[in-house]
T-cell receptor
């Protein structure tokens, strides 16, 4: 069955790098996503990666995908207080449009 | 307005009430979704509509009744809810079904059932 798992909590100092990890079980996952949810808001898509890629960089964000281990990570460089939020990993298949989300990782950035 | 909007943002209702949640997307998308986000569970997909037709019902109880009159609007009609239905209900939309599935979310309706 489909399962996406994340650690619950990450604390990081302002200016340091954050790394949020995600594992998934479905080897047919084709698209993997990172969403950010700030307090009182909906989910905002940060970035996504196709399963035939192993890395994607977008400004301060770097996504790494280890398809063999079914492991996805999001690295945030120079973490800022505005990065404090819940980060969700999600996956979907090539066809259809169902997203399966992880439980979310709450990131707290300390000054 | 731009993006995906939801009204109301907060709703408190009794178990015998009937209420509706509204979602509107201004992105020209063809697919719309309802999700439930509760405190102790991962985000749960409830319903999917593609080109106004329901294509997925994720075993949602019948006390939740979705309605999609056109590609821009999605409603969730609520009746005889239970306290465990209290959650954040998120609406999302995407351009086309079966593609990269980049979904854009609204801010959600925080529902409390007394």
């Amino acid at each position: 069955g489909e399962d996406v798992e994340q650690s619950l909590f990450l604390s990081v100092r302002e200016g340091d790098s954050s790394v949020i990890n995600c594992t998934y079980t479905d080897s047919s996952s084709t698209y993997l996503y990172w969403y950010k949810q700030e307090p009182g808001a909906g989910l905002q898509l940060l970035t996504y990666i196709f399963s035939n890629m192993d890395m994607k960089q977008d400004q301060r964000l770097t996504v790494l995908l280890n398809k063999k281990d079914k492991h996805l990570s999001l690295r945030i460089a120079d973490t800022q207080t505005g990065d404090s939020a819940i980060y969700f990993c999600a996956e979907s298949k090539a066809a259809g449009n169902k997203l399966t989300f992880g439980g979310g990782t709450r990131v707290l950035v300390k000054p | 307005e731009t993006g995906v909007t939801q009204t109301p943002r907060h709703l408190v209702m009794g178990m015998t009430n009937k209420k509706s949640l509204k979602c509107e997307q201004h992105l020209g998308h063809n697919a719309m979704y309802w999700y439930k986000q509760s405190a102790k569970k991962p985000l749960e997909l409830m319903f999917v509509y593609n080109f106004k037709e329901q294509t997925e019902n994720n075993s949602v109880p019948s006390r939740f009744s979705p309605d999609c009159p056109n590609s821009s609007h999605l409603f969730l009609h609520l009746h005889t809810l239970q306290p465990e239905d209290s959650a954040l209900y998120l609406c999302a939309s995407s351009q086309d079904p079966g593609t990269s599935n980049e979904q854009f979310f609204g801010p959600g309706t925080r529902l409390t059932v007394l």
